[in-house]
């Protein structure tokens, strides 16, 4: 079983910088894989970046490649999103998920967080 709870958000202005973490309760977060989501009002929950569980292996979502830098560390069962250049079109709900087999981004994910709020003003 592993828990995950994200902080870090918040409002930010177009063009600011953000940093999600999410930490990890149990005993096997080194060996799984991470992700981070999103879900904007109205919208469907979108992949943004994932991490196999060596930190080996990165995926990104277009629309955020060359913005968002998805990194972890296991030693302290973290993993975090640094997110620069915002646009208002960041402006979402951030999910952490945890893959337990695999690197599969967009793939089933077996444990979810709470999600923390990202407000990017224009």
């Known amino acids: 079983q592993v828990t995950l709870v994200e902080s870090g958000g918040g409002l930010v202005q177009a063009g600011g910088s953000l940093r999600l973490s999410c930490a990890a309760s149990?005993?096997?977060?080194?060996?799984?894989?991470m992700g981070w989501f999103r879900q904007a009002p109205g919208k469907e929950r979108e992949f943004v970046a994932a991490?196999?569980?060596?930190?080996?292996?990165?995926s990104y979502a277009d629309s955020v490649k060359g913005r968002f830098t998805i990194s972890r560390d296991n030693a302290k069962n973290t993993v975090s999103l640094q997110m620069n250049s915002l646009k208002p079109e960041d402006t979402a709900v951030y999910y952490c998920?945890?893959?337990?087999?695999?690197?599969?981004?967009?793939?089933?994910?077996?444990?979810w967080g709470q999600g923390t709020q990202v407000t990017v003003s224009s």
């Open positions: 991490i196999s569980w060596s930190g080996g292996s990165i």
């Open positions: 149990g005993r096997t977060f080194s060996s799984h894989t």
């Open positions: 998920a945890a893959q337990r087999v695999g690197f599969r981004p967009n793939g089933r994910y077996d444990y």
